[in-house]
């Protein structure tokens, strides 16, 4: 993945891989790049669906790839 890709979902399909997360979220491997974009390229920012978040999350511990429903959040600059 480049580095013009967002975060957080450029980390999580890092973990999982595009073509998996494609597969268990049923989406086409398209949209699921697009959820790495920003808004302005019709992406979504870096965040990946709410929507598709549980199946991630229950495939990654199937598979005992250590992933954390935190982490599907954009972290905070200014965490206090």
Not at 23 to 44: A, D, F, I, L, N
């Amino acid at each position: 993945m480049s580095k013009k890709h967002l975060e957080p979902a450029k980390s999580i399909i890092g973990k999982i891989g595009i073509e998996k997360v494609a597969e268990v979220t049923g989406k086409h491997v398209s949209r699921v790049y697009r959820w790495m974009y920003p808004k302005e390229k019709g992406g979504t920012g870096g965040l990946i669906p709410q929507t598709d978040a549980p199946a991630l999350l229950a495939y990654a511990k199937s598979k005992r790839i250590p992933l954390k429903a935190e982490e599907f959040f954009p972290a905070r600059e200014n965490a206090q």
